[in-house]
C-alpha cells in the first residue's frame, strides 16, 4: 500500500494502545519497509510479493520473535517496536499484494468491507491464492503516476502493477484496508499476550 493508507491502517489500528510517541515508533519503521533498497529484487517477502507467502510467513514469525527478544534481553523497548512496525507493514501489504481479497469475496458475495476476516484457513492454503510479481525492467515505469497509464497495458495479468490494490483507485481497496486493519490489531493482540506487565508497559508506553 501507499504510505498515507499504512499510516492511516496502523494509527487507526493500534492508537488506543500505543502512547502518541510511542505509536510514531512504530509507524517510522512501518513506513521504512518502502524504503527503495527493500522494494526491489532480493525482498518479496517483506511486501508478500513474486507469490513468496513461505518466505513471508517465516520473516513475520523471525519478527514476532525479535519483538519479544528485545524486550527479554537487554530490555531494548525501541528495537521492540521497530521490528513490530516491520512485521505490520508486511501483514499489511499480503491484503493489498495478493488476491487474498479476491477470494473472500467469492465465497461472500455482497458482504461489506468491515465483514472481511483477515485470516481464513481455507483461504491461506488456497491452491489459487497468488501475489503480484514485479517485471523488471518495464514494471519499474508503472510506480511512476503519470507513466503508468502507458506501461500497465503492457504487463501481464499476474504483475503488481494489475493485482495491487495499494490505493482507492484499484478495485477491492477498500476491502484490503479492512482486512488490514483487522490483521495489524490482532498481531498486537497476539504478541501482547506473550508480554509480561512490565514488558507490555515497556512496548505500548501506556
Same mark, same amino acid.
Given at each position: 500500500m501507499k504510505p498515507r493508507y499504512h499510516r492511516e491502517i496502523t494509527q487507526t489500528a493500534l492508537a488506543a494502545h500505543f502512547s502518541p510517541a510511542v505509536l510514531e515508533e512504530v509507524i517510522r519503521a512501518n513506513l521504512g519497509q518502502d524504503a527503495l533498497r527493500y522494494q526491489f529484487g532480493t525482498h518479496p517477502h517483506f511486501h508478500y510479493d513474486e507469490n513468496s507467502f513461505a518466505a513471508a510467513d517465516q520473516y513475520l514469525e523471525e519478527l514476532r520473535r525479535a519483538t519479544l527478544e528485545a524486550l527479554s534481553a537487554g530490555k531494548n523497548a525501541l528495537l521492540a517496536r521497530q521490528s513490530f512496525g516491520r512485521l505490520t507493514h508486511a501483514a499489511q501489504d499480503f491484503y493489498a499484494h495478493s488476491n487474498y481479497v479476491t477470494l473472500w469475496r467469492e465465497q461472500n458475495p455482497g458482504a461489506?468491507?468491515?465483514?472481511?476476516?483477515?485470516?481464513?484457513?481455507?483461504?491461506?492454503?488456497?491452491?489459487?491464492?497468488?501475489?503480484? *510479481?514485479? &517485471? &523488471?525492467?518495464?514494471?519499474? /515505469?508503472? /510506480?511512476?503516476? +503519470?507513466?503508468?497509464?502507458?506501461? %500497465?497495458?503492457?504487463? +501481464? *495479468?499476474?504483475?503488481?502493477?494489475? @493485482?495491487?490494490?495499494? !490505493?482507492?483507485?484499484?478495485?477491492?481497496?477498500? &476491502?484490503? /484496508?479492512?482486512?488490514? %486493519?483487522?490483521?495489524? #490489531?490482532?498481531?498486537?493482540?497476539?504478541? #501482547?499476550?506473550? @508480554? !509480561?506487565?512490565?514488558?507490555?508497559? %515497556?512496548?505500548?508506553? @501506556?
Open positions: 461489506a468491507p468491515e465483514q472481511i476476516a483477515p485470516q481464513l484457513a481455507s483461504l491461506t492454503s488456497d491452491s489459487r491464492l497468488r501475489s503480484g *510479481r514485479v &517485471y &523488471y525492467p518495464l514494471e519499474l /515505469f508503472s /510506480f511512476f503516476e +503519470p507513466l503508468k497509464p502507458l506501461v %500497465q497495458p503492457l504487463l +501481464p *495479468r499476474d504483475s503488481h502493477a494489475w @493485482m495491487n490494490k495499494d !490505493d482507492p483507485s484499484r478495485p477491492d481497496f477498500s &476491502y484490503a /484496508f479492512a482486512a488490514a %486493519q483487522k490483521r495489524t #490489531l490482532l498481531e498486537f493482540q497476539q504478541i #501482547l499476550a506473550t @508480554m !509480561d506487565t512490565i514488558q507490555q508497559r %515497556q512496548f505500548t508506553g @501506556m
